[in-house]
């Protein structure tokens, strides 16, 4: 997420942070490689210059100068400032008082609007909502079907008038069907085009008149920079955005949006979109992405991934084996499915602290095919060898090999593998593990 803005400001800050001494010329240096870093992630030059500027002035000041490690707390500014940039604090969704509220999704064609809507109503439905999901886009071909192909994939309520073409009688007839069915929310994914014009902006306020939204939220795709940035300024500027969700941001998007919509338009991101699965959407935390992009890592949102994804019981077991030095490679394929379990493992890496023991861990490239591939080797085995790898010699080895397809050299890898990650959690339970197992907040199973 935001890699190569990532890697670069990370890169600049190193410089400072052993420093006993910041020096005006160092706040310079720092502040020009800041503001080109961020023109390239395309960010608006204003922004750019005005964040530098902020900067600048801040590391110059008393406190920092004087401060016993002053190039830890340039980077405390930097952090910060990097929190505003992105919105400050998480903004929550809104809901009605009464029942249902209206959430309008707007955005242009292509911009993942569809799937976003669905996406957002699956979030709504695991936080003990009753989402209620409507098409009015009658203009692109399928479009009514995908949404609602994509409510049955993920058991989400749909409601449809066949014989009913008109957007904003399809927006009302909607709402009356959410009010009488006791729905919380009512979801209305609007028809986009490939550019804003006066004819798509009249439906949208026709559409507002007849049901009015609690939440108008725009669908962009963090993908395209400044062009993002600049039909969110066009949203707002016409209908009252009230947040902005960035799709794709598990791409490779330089940054520009995430980084200038809140100052352009005012309103905040609320979500951003992580992946294709219905699950992947994520409440937008300005302080977390602020501690990813230089760095710092992101632990609490990796906390409560293993909080769904990890039975308490199973981890209070693994945590005792590892204390007793009997982790085999059953535990070790275990682990290995948990861990897909809670997303891609590069998301996972990326929310690891880059720095200390771990620097560079998020540039490990993890191919998924190589987890299927483990999974098999492992199966191939016996339960005495999962138990005792130490009795695998050339022999067993190549039965193994022709048992899962896979060389040799695959299970010698795999082995190697496994002895390091043994002597790794062995070293964590005694230190770090004991303390994050108590801190993690367990869901009641």
């Known amino acids: 997420m935001l890699d190569n803005l990532s890697n670069k400001l990370q890169k600049i800050l190193r410089n400072l942070s052993g420093q006993g001494r910041v020096s005006e010329r160092h706040v310079e240096e720092m502040a020009r490689e800041i503001r080109n870093a961020l023109l390239d992630a395309d960010v608006h030059f204003k922004i750019a210059k005005e964040f530098v500027e902020r900067i600048k002035h801040?590391?110059?000041?008393?406190?920092?100068?004087?401060?016993?490690?002053?190039?830890?707390?340039?980077?405390?500014?930097?952090?910060?400032?990097?929190?505003?940039?992105?919105?400050?604090?998480?903004a929550e969704l809104r809901f009605a008082k009464q029942p249902p509220g209206v959430f309008m999704m707007v955005g242009l064609q292509g911009s993942g609007k569809t799937t976003s809507t669905a996406k957002l109503a699956y979030w709504l439905s695991k936080n003990n909502h009753s989402p209620l999901l409507l098409s009015v886009d009658v203009y692109r071909p399928a479009a009514v079907e995908q949404l609602r192909v994509l409510c049955a994939d993920n058991n989400l309520k749909y409601f449809d008038d066949p014989e009913d073409r008109d957007p904003v009688s399809r927006a009302a007839k909607g709402l009356r069907y959410a009010r009488n069915g006791g729905y919380d929310v009512l979801l209305i994914d609007t028809a986009g085009r490939l550019h804003i014009d006066d004819e798509m902006m009249g439906e949208l306020e026709r559409i507002r008149e007849v049901a009015p939204p609690v939440e108008t939220l725009l669908v962009t795709d963090a993908m395209t920079g400044q062009d993002a940035v600049r039909s969110a300024k066009e949203f707002?500027?016409?209908?009252?955005?009230?947040?902005?969700?960035?799709?794709?941001?598990?791409?490779?998007?330089?940054?520009?949006?995430a980084l200038s919509i809140k100052t352009v338009t005012?309103?905040?991101?609320?979500?951003?979109?992580?992946?294709?699965?219905?699950?992947?959407?994520?409440?937008?935390?300005?302080?977390?992405?602020?501690g990813r992009i230089l760095g710092m890592g992101d632990v609490l949102s990796l906390i409560e991934k293993a909080e769904e994804a990890v039975d308490q019981e199973q981890a209070l077991e693994m945590a005792e084996r590892l204390r007793k030095d009997e982790f085999t490679l059953d535990d070790f394929r275990d682990q290995l499915k948990q861990?897909?379990?809670?997303?891609?493992?590069?998301?996972?890496?990326?929310?690891?602290?880059?720095?200390?023991?771990?620097?560079?861990?998020?540039?490990?490239?993890?191919?998924?095919?190589?987890?299927?591939?483990?999974?098999?080797?492992?199966?191939?085995?016996?339960?005495?060898?999962?138990?005792?790898?130490?009795?695998?010699?050339?022999?067993?080895?190549?039965?193994?090999?022709?048992?899962?397809?896979?060389?040799?050299?695959?299970?010698?890898?795999?082995?190697?593998?496994?002895?390091?990650?043994?002597?790794?959690?062995?070293?964590?339970?005694?230190?770090?593990?004991?303390?994050?197992?108590?801190?993690?907040?367990?869901?009641?199973?």
């Open 58 to 90: 801040k590391a110059l000041g008393q406190e920092v100068m004087e401060s016993l490690t002053p190039g830890q707390q340039v980077i405390r500014v930097v952090r910060d400032e990097l929190v505003e940039l992105l919105g400050g604090e998480q």
């Open 339 to 445: 861990i897909r379990q809670m997303g891609p493992i590069d998301q996972i890496l990326g929310m690891l602290p880059n720095m200390g023991p771990l620097r560079g861990i998020n540039q490990m490239k993890v191919d998924e095919k190589e987890l299927i591939h483990i999974d098999a080797i492992i199966g191939s085995m016996t339960p005495r060898e999962r138990e005792n790898h130490q009795m695998l010699n050339g022999s067993r080895k190549k039965r193994i090999s022709r048992g899962c397809g896979r060389p040799v050299s695959e299970i010698n890898q795999l082995l190697k593998n496994y002895v390091e990650a043994r002597k790794m959690m062995r070293n964590l339970s005694r230190g770090i593990m004991p303390r994050m197992m108590r801190g993690m907040r367990f869901p009641k199973m």
């Open 266 to 290: 005012g309103q905040p991101i609320k979500f951003v979109g992580t992946g294709e699965k219905a699950d992947a959407l994520e409440p937008f935390f300005p302080d977390r992405l602020a």
């Open 236 to 257: 707002h500027d016409r209908l009252g955005l009230t947040g902005v969700i960035l799709t794709k941001m598990d791409g490779d998007a330089r940054g520009g949006a």
